[in-house]
């Protein structure tokens, strides 16, 4: 069963920047389908950006043009950049396959945006 561990989050000010990582143990990293979730306080988690199997990127409306996603396969990794946090960005952010079976959410990293 896959095993996904996601870090890179902190405390930005508003209109900072930040790499989050997943890191996925799994020998079918290739082939999946990958987002990166955000649950904000007392909120439901939302899905923020897809990377496809081919590199094709699919991002929500409240995201775009401030994130990038991306993915090393060779590296079973999945990275997603955020540009002009804000502190509406501010959530627990996790990674999981898009579609099919989820794996077991991973722990997730914190992402605060505050001045």
């Known amino acids: 069963q896959m095993q996904l561990v996601e870090s890179g989050g902190g405390l930005v000010q508003p209109g900072g920047s930040l790499r989050l990582s997943c890191v996925a143990s799994?020998?079918?990293?290739?082939?999946?389908?990958m987002s990166w979730y955000r649950q904000p306080p007392g909120k439901q988690r939302e899905l923020v950006a897809t990377v496809y199997s081919g590199g094709a990127t699919d991002y929500a409306d409240s995201v775009k043009g401030r994130a990038t996603i991306s993915r090393d396969n060779a590296k079973n990794t999945m990275y997603l950049q955020m540009n002009s946090l804000k502190p509406e960005d501010t959530a627990r952010y996790y990674c999981?396959?898009?579609?099919?079976?989820?794996?077991?959410w991973g722990p997730g990293t914190q992402v605060s945006v505050s001045s």
């Open positions: 999981n396959r898009r579609y099919g079976p989820l794996a077991p």
């Open positions: 799994t020998t079918s990293f290739t082939g999946y389908v």
